[in-house]
């Protein structure tokens, strides 16, 4: 990074699948990202610092991999991280990605 990373802010953002509706179950965000049919389909992410967007896609989930790595690091570094409905990425991020990408890293 050329800025320092406290400048520099991650806008994430997920879309998912799950035999829960969020809505019409009135689950919440956290019922519905610990639900263990929610999977991740998508995470699209842009640091504020580049103009390049990045998309992890679970059909092609070793594509933008280091760049995911990356994300993960950043957050991990304390990283600013900004999105349309936070509750609801945060929730998606800590139950339902992590349990991915583990997967994933196995």
Request: net charge neutral; glycine share 2%; with cysteine.
């Amino acid at each position: 990074f050329l800025a320092p990373m406290k400048s520099i802010i991650a806008r994430l953002d997920f879309e998912t699948l799950s035999e829960l509706d969020i809505q019409k179950d009135k689950c919440g965000p956290y019922k519905y990202a610990e639900h263990p049919s929610t999977k991740v389909n998508t995470l699209s992410w842009k640091f504020s610092n580049s103009p390049k967007m990045f998309t992890w896609c679970r059909w092609r989930p070793r594509a933008n991999f280091d760049a995911l790595m990356d994300l993960c690091e950043f957050i991990e570094d304390g990283g600013i991280v900004k999105s349309h409905n936070v509750e609801f990425e945060l929730a998606v991020w800590n139950y339902c990605f992590a349990r991915q990408i583990k997967e994933l890293l196995k």
